[in-house]
């Protein structure tokens, strides 16, 4: 995650493309490489986390590209 980032500061349960685009959070690596599996809902992501996330290739390409676009859902 960038500075600057619609993910900034959003819960997991508060941004609607992951849902909307159908792939699972199923760990975040922070930016002190610590990992978390199976983060809760409510874990805050912050500036260089890493989702982890499973999908189909184009799921996970369109999550990639809304990104990097700015254009996720809250």
């Not at 760990?27 to 983060?39: C, K, S, T, W, Y």
């Not at 290739?57 to 700015?70: F, I, N, T, V, Y």
Request: hydrophobic residues 40%; glycine residues 10%.
């Amino acid at each position: 995650i960038q500075a600057g980032s619609p993910l900034e500061g959003k819960a997991i349960d508060e941004v609607k493309s992951f849902q909307e685009i159908g792939v699972i959070v199923v760990g975040l690596r922070n930016h002190g490489a610590e990992m978390i599996f199976n983060p809760p809902g409510n874990h805050v992501l912050k500036v260089h986390d890493t989702i982890v996330s499973l999908g189909s290739r184009e799921q996970l390409d369109r999550l990639e590209a809304a990104c990097k676009s700015g254009k996720i859902t809250n």
